[in-house]
């Protein structure tokens, strides 16, 4: 066979190769969503979020956007929100992605565990614009089974979130931001006498004790801990104004005043009811009638009381213990524009105790207040008599005239 009828047999061959092959593939599978291996929160709709509805166990947080694109906790008395908690959900979501389609027939989907575990988006009148319902972790891997609102149709994905449904932990719980570097002068109360009051230049200079004597040394690391304490201080719990505790806790405040450089004043008042011992009432003798009179052996002939003729010991009063009351703080900044100061007229915060308890309590706790001199020790008695006086010669012993 010549070359040239073998090439072209060859080429035949090979088309009919292809045509076979594009007639006899099988048919594609169609794609069960589009929206698989795409981020599960759309970046675009991020951008028009005015409010954030977080629901799961029969607790619902709200979550909105004011105008100037402040946050507030509407769940929580209307507080400032953390913006930072907030911003790592949706984080999270954009970040989080399809793995795959799942099932959209609604036993399966029952066996899902879709419950009222939901995220909520919506826009700034109120309408809703995203909503993701959370099912059960699959049982072998990581991940969330997930459906997107009203729809039947269930994913697999890789998100990990948790669901906080505590109105309080989506509140900005910060009351206090302060720099260290940026407070020039610190005045401290203690728990008794005049308070102490820090000044320094610069934020390289050293601190010093204004008014004290000379060699009253300022401890460093008591200030950085006490500035790095109320500078950034957080509350813990609120009630109302008007709450006993937290009037009570104002009658019994020691105040922290820091000044910064450019003469700006904030006040931290700290403080709490005091723990009470109170003496609980006698308790009546039960004894009465017969019983009361005691044994036969312990009378005497004439029938009286032998215990009559003792004198009883004095009764040791007991007492009630009622403890300290919780820590509340009370701020006040001298910038009238400052946000704590509304704050303060909303709610009455709490601290942790140790907040409270940690702060210096004496002078020593913020100086190096140097050993007074040892006392001069008092003479001896030989000392005290005086120089010893000279000894007097014993005068010599007569001697027998001589007889001529």
């Given amino acids: ?40 929160l759309p970046p675009t709709v991020a951008s028009r979020i005015g409010k954030l509805v977080v629901t799961d166990q029969g607790k619902k947080i709200e979550l909105t956007r004011q105008a100037d694109g402040m946050w507030t906790d509407t769940s929580y008395f209307g507080l400032p929100a953390d913006f930072s908690k907030i911003s790592r959900l949706i984080g999270d979501l954009n970040e989080a992605k399809l793995d795959r389609f799942v099932t959209s027939s609604p036993e399966r989907l029952a066996r899902l565990e879709f419950k009222d575990s939901e995220i909520q988006l919506l826009d700034a009148s109120g309408a809703e614009i995203w909503s993701l319902y959370l099912g059960k972790a699959p049982d072998s891997g990581s991940g969330r089974f997930i459906r997107f609102g009203t729809e039947s149709k269930a994913f697999l994905s890789n998100l990990s979130v948790y669901i906080d449904t505590d109105a309080k932990n989506w509140a900005d719980s910060q009351l206090v931001n302060l720099k260290a570097d940026d407070v020039g002068t610190v005045s401290i109360a203690l728990e008794s006498g005049a308070p102490v009051v820090l000044t320094r230049k610069k934020k390289e200079d050293p601190w010093t004790a204004a008014g004290e004597p000379a060699g009253f040394k300022v401890k460093p690391e008591a200030v ?64 009465s009638g017969p019983a009361s009179l005691g044994k036969v052996s312990d009378l005497k002939a004439d029938g009286t009381d032998k215990s009559a ?37 909303r709610r009455a915060f709490q601290v942790d105790e140790y ?16 050993a007074p001199p040892a006392p001069a020790q008092p003479p001896s008695p030989a000392a005290a008599a005086g120089p010893a006086k000279p000894a007097i010669p ?10 001529p």
């Fill in 1 to 40: 066979m010549k070359l040239k009828t073998l090439a072209l047999c060859v080429a035949v061959l090979a088309v009919l190769a292809v045509i076979a092959f594009y007639a006899n593939r099988p048919e594609r599978v169609p794609v069960a969503d589009m929206r698989v291996g795409q981020p599960i």
């Fill in 355 to 370: 907040t409270y308890t940690s702060l210096p309590k004496t002078k020593a706790d913020v100086l190096d207040i140097p």
């Fill in 224 to 287: 950085s801990s006490l500035l790095s304490s109320l500078g950034s201080l957080r509350f813990s719990d609120s009630s109302a104004t008007d709450d006993p505790a937290a009037v009570e806790a104002r009658k019994h405040v020691r105040a922290f005043v820091l000044t910064t450089f450019d003469g700006k004043t904030t006040t931290i008042a700290l403080g709490r009811k005091p723990e009470e011992k109170k003496i609980k009432p006698p308790v009546a003798d039960a004894k």
């Fill in 309 to 345: 003729d003792k004198t009883p010991p004095p009764a040791q009063p007991e007492f009630d213990t009622i403890p300290a009351g919780p820590v509340y703080v009370f701020v006040e900044a001298s910038d009238a524009h400052a946000a704590v100061n509304e704050l303060m007229k």
């Fill in 394 to 403: 014993d005068a010599p012993a007569p001697t027998a005239p001589k007889v």
